[in-house]
Nanobody, 114 residues
Framework: QVQLVESGGGLVQPGGSLRLSCAAS????????MGWYRQAPGKQRELVAR???????NYVDSVKGRFTISRDNVKRTVYLQMNSLKPEDTAVYYC????????WGQGTQVTVSP
């Protein structure tokens, strides 16, 4: 059974940093492209960062240069380093494969506020 457990969120001031982690109990994790998604209140969930099985990465324009996605295939963990955070980054952040598996974890809340 697939389980995705996100952690690392919190309240941070604009310009601050957070590092999110996602423990993924996915068999053959290493062959999956993985992604970090976010959902702000009243908005649809969006994919903000993706890392393929070979380590290549893609980002939505709004986070390019500020966010870095990485993975550890041994630990079956995906990370999202978020720097220079802005209030518009406030959302619940989720990880999943990309495209997603249809099963979601509880997410982790990121709030960027003075």
């Amino acid at each position: 059974q697939v389980q995705l457990v996100e952690s690392g969120g919190g309240l941070v001031q604009p310009g601050g940093s957070l590092r999110l982690s996602c423990a993924a109990s996915i068999i053959m994790f290493r062959i999956y492209a993985m992604g970090w998604y976010r959902q702000a209140p009243g908005k649809q969930r969006e994919l903000v960062a993706r890392i393929s099985s070979d380590g290549s990465t893609n980002y939505v324009d709004s986070v390019k240069g500020r966010f870095t996605i990485s993975r550890d295939n041994v630990k079956r963990t995906v990370y999202l380093q978020m720097n220079s955070l802005k209030p518009e980054d406030t959302a619940v952040y989720y990880c999943n494969s990309a495209p997603d598996l249809g099963i979601w974890g509880q997410g982790t809340q990121v709030t960027v506020s003075p």
